[in-house]
């Protein structure tokens, strides 16, 4: 673990390197600081973090998943957006933690099976965090976006006055992963590309969870064209007889820069299924 400051009162936090790379954020406004995301390995980050600012720090969740909220319940305030309240309690659960540890041998996450911290159910409460909700730092503000794609409750923290919007894994530079059963279908995720592109100037930056970070706003565009092939490709798999396998099987779509992993099953949904 390693903070840079990337601008004054903005600490990258990074772990890993290149594809395996994963960043928090640590954003100090005059009363409080904002942390987007705490990792994956149980860790000290609490004291870490106390390093960096000595105001109280607010979590903030992109999405639910594991090698996001890894450290919550170091911190007091937790904010994540409902839809993923039961995805959190899940990825949080021993039971899962250590499995997840055992099976990630080629990662060289399964050394830390044996540390008894990554088997700690987390008990935190969460508090929602919503559409056009504004986060007061105190002289710094972060709004919320949904962008449901990766997971249904993913979301995206703007700071307007610096132009920078932080995604999580609704978009990075090695690809975007929309093949879990948690993930939305492909037309939904296109939708969510839309959202993002409007609430946005084109001179923004993106700061997202994993991988080369900042990258331009025609990321955006990239893996909105990469999508609107793919749903291209569904409405020729309607015309075709699918076993069970081949509509439930992981494949890749790249498309320029950008690239998705996705099931047949996630092309073939109707438009506006995965709104619910």
């Keep these: 673990m390693r903070a840079e400051e990337i601008e004054p009162q903005t600490w990258l936090i990074t772990r890993g390197n290149g594809q395996a790379s994963t960043h928090n954020y640590l954003i100090v406004g005059e009363k409080k600081a904002a942390l987007i995301d705490t990792g994956l390995k149980a860790e000290d980050l609490r004291a870490f973090t106390a390093?960096?600012?000595?105001?109280?720090?607010?979590?903030?969740?992109?999405?639910?998943?594991?090698d996001h909220?890894?450290?919550?319940?170091?911190?007091?305030?937790?904010?994540?957006h409902p839809q993923d309240?039961?995805?959190?309690q899940l990825h949080s659960s021993a039971a899962f933690r250590t499995e997840f540890f055992k099976g990630n041998k080629a990662m060289k996450w399964d050394q830390d099976q044996t540390d008894p911290r990554q088997a700690i159910n987390q008990t935190v409460k969460l508090e929602p965090l919503?559409?056009?909700?504004?986060?007061?730092?105190?002289?710094?503000?972060?709004?919320?976006?949904?962008?449901p794609?990766?997971?249904?409750?993913?979301?995206?923290?703007?700071?307007?006055?610096?132009?920078?919007?932080?995604?999580?894994?609704?978009?990075?530079e090695k690809g975007v992963l929309l093949h879990f059963a948690?993930?939305?279908?492909?037309?939904?995720?296109?939708?969510?590309?839309?959202?993002?592109?409007?609430?946005?100037a084109p001179d923004y930056q993106l700061y997202p969870g994993?991988?080369?970070m900042p990258l331009s706003s025609e990321w955006i565009d990239a893996y909105t064209e990469c999508a609107e092939e793919l749903l291209a490709l569904g409405k020729e798999l309607t015309k075709t007889n699918l076993t069970e396998q081949e509509t439930h099987e992981?494949?890749?779509?790249?498309?320029?820069?950008?690239?998705?992993s996705y099931t047949r099953e996630k092309i073939l949904a109707h438009e506006g299924t995965s709104d619910n």
């Design 51 to 66: 390093t960096l600012t000595d105001k109280p720090i607010i979590v903030l969740h992109t999405h639910g998943h594991i």
């Design 69 to 80: 909220i890894g450290n919550d319940q170091q911190f007091e305030e937790i904010m994540l």
């Design 85 to 88: 309240f039961s995805l959190f």
């Design 130 to 147: 919503t559409e056009g909700m504004i986060v007061d730092l105190g002289q710094r503000q972060l709004k919320v976006i949904e962008n």
């Design 149 to 172: 794609g990766h997971t249904y409750g993913c979301l995206s923290l703007i700071e307007e006055d610096r132009k920078r919007i932080y995604t999580g894994d609704m978009i990075c």
């Design 182 to 200: 948690e993930s939305t279908d492909i037309a939904r995720y296109k939708k969510s590309l839309e959202h993002l592109r409007s609430a946005i």
């Design 210 to 212: 994993h991988q080369r």
């Design 250 to 260: 992981i494949l890749f779509h790249s498309k320029g820069k950008a690239t998705i």
